[in-house]
């Protein structure tokens, strides 16, 4: 069993910038690590991931605003998020899985951008 503790999330005016942090209670290196969101009544999405070979995937919609990284030592995955918008609201997760294996999710952190 893993366990994945979200952190870091909160309401932010349009433009402005948070870090997620997820702490996990296993290594998070050479394994898919990363960050979905789900928006009220929308299907969750793929925001920023680390693969099991160690590059990143970014949605479209982030790229260049939004910067995945990890900090092996401390078992922790971060999304640094700028230039946020609306657009951005949603409840975000972590997700950690092996390439065949179960995926395993963490409880969720809420991002409200908003004026």
């Known amino acids: 069993q893993v366990q994945l503790v979200e952190s870091g999330g909160g309401l932010v005016q349009p433009g402005g910038s948070l870090r997620l942090s997820c702490a996990a209670s296993?290594?998070?290196?050479?394994?898919?690590v990363g960050w979905y969101r789900q928006a009220p009544g929308k299907e969750r999405e793929l925001v920023a991931v680390f693969t099991s070979d160690g590059s990143t995937n970014y949605a479209d919609s982030v790229r260049g605003r939004f910067t995945i990284s990890r900090n092996n030592a401390r078992d922790t995955v971060y999304l640094q998020m700028n230039s946020l918008k609306p657009e951005d609201t949603a409840v975000y997760y972590c997700?950690?899985?092996?390439?065949?294996?179960?995926?395993?999710w963490g409880q969720g952190t809420q991002v409200t951008v908003s004026s």
């Open positions: 997700n950690l899985h092996w390439d065949y294996g179960p995926h395993y």
């Open positions: 296993r290594s998070v290196f050479s394994i898919n």
